[in-house]
């Protein structure tokens, strides 16, 4: 189809020169354990305490032990999450010549559109995947567009940055810290949607490659294929998948903030031999200039204390210098 980016005959010399059914990294990502996600009802938090105060701490725990969790009843409409979902089917279906020509066929900026791993050199570095990376300033500017239905786009986006912002004061709260940090530096031109797409592929391969994100917490809407995997107490396991839920998870910095309390684990997408998947991530950034240390005083600091600025730019480094992302280890006082 000619919307699919050109992976076979991109690749054709990775695939030429892999085994993939025989690789362990294959197996250990195929045949893992799903699991369901502790899920946390959101309406509690408009009940009075100590339901409400319940309700909350089982964000935190659920921050803490897992670093990953579900939430249902969160205020954005069945309506507006198929609306969101329908513009991405569209948007992905237009020719890929179209998608990378990025800034003039969607008025979002050059270089949103982005596919596959250019950098692999062999299978297990290759996200089969296609994606547009959208700063939310861009969001109000893509009135225009004639592909790009916005205002759907612009009701998601609004409703989950709210969301994000929500729950990422609770997590504050919850660590000991009742704070507007997130409300001050939680700058809406550093943060951004990811709308992915994972096209069916023949031989099981990462869709996204493992990673951690970059951000406070992140915000996952996906549909009810499936592919989301994650370590939990040291083991992939995949998360069973539930299109009413939208699915959070801490982020890099959060984790420094709160001195390893909430945890940012690795994840990763998994491909499907036959099925096309679709998910939308919502990011939580600060500015560039927001100085992340430590909120607690009565544990001496894991990490030392980095601008959100230096620790990007440490990343970029990295999978520039190593091939992959060495993150927080790399801030270890
Ligand atoms: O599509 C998914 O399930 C994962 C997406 C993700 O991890 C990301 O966009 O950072
Ligand atoms: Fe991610």
Redesign the pocket.
């Known amino acids: 189809m000619d919307s699919d980016p050109p992976f076979h005959e991109t690749y054709k010399t990775l695939f030429a020169a892999t085994k993939p059914l025989n690789n362990d990294w294959l197996a250990a990502v195929t045949a893992v354990e799903e699991l369901e996600l502790p899920s946390i009802d959101l309406t509690r938090l408009s009940l009075e305490s100590p339901e409400k105060e319940r309700c909350k701490n089982d964000i935190a725990r659920a921050a803490n032990e897992w670093g990953f969790f579900q939430v249902v009843n969160h205020g954005i409409s069945r309506d507006v999450l198929e609306k969101m979902r329908d513009e991405k089917v569209k948007v992905f279906k237009q020719p890929f010549q179209h998608k990378c020509r990025g800034d003039k066929f969607m008025n979002v900026s050059a270089g949103s559109y982005r596919w596959g791993t250019p950098t692999a050199t062999c299978l297990r570095q290759l996200s089969w995947s296609e994606?547009f990376h959208i700063p939310m300033t861009d969001i109000s500017s893509l009135g225009d567009s004639s592909t790009f239905s916005s205002p759907s786009l612009h009701q998601f986006a609004t409703k989950v940055a709210s969301l994000a912002q929500k729950l990422a004061e609770i997590l504050a709260e919850k660590s000991g810290k009742k704070s507007t940090f997130f409300q001050e530096n939680s700058l809406l031109s550093t943060c951004y949607l990811?709308l992915?797409r994972?096209p069916p592929c023949p031989i099981p391969l990462f869709?996204?490659m493992p990673?951690t994100?970059s951000d406070f917490l992140?915000v996952?809407y996906?549909d009810q294929v499936g592919?989301?995997q994650l370590v939990k107490d040291g083991k992939w396991v995949a998360v069973k998948p539930n299109p009413e839920a939208l699915?959070i998870n801490i982020g890099d910095l959060f984790q420094a903030w709160s001195n390893d309390c909430y945890k940012s684990v690795q994840?990763?997408?998994v491909t499907n031999p036959t099925k096309e998947?679709f998910?939308v991530?919502y990011?939580l950034c600060p500015s560039y200039d927001t100085v992340i240390e430590s909120c607690s005083s009565n544990k001496p600091s894991v990490y030392r204390r980095f601008s959100f600025k230096e620790y990007r730019q440490q990343v970029q480094e990295d999978v520039q210098n190593y091939g992959y992302k060495i993150g927080l280890p790399r801030f270890l006082v």
Do not use: I, M
Request: proline fraction near 0%; include cysteine.
């Open positions: 994606a990811r992915n994972y869709g996204l990673h994100d992140t996952l996906q592919g989301l699915f994840h990763c997408a998947r998910s991530a990011f």
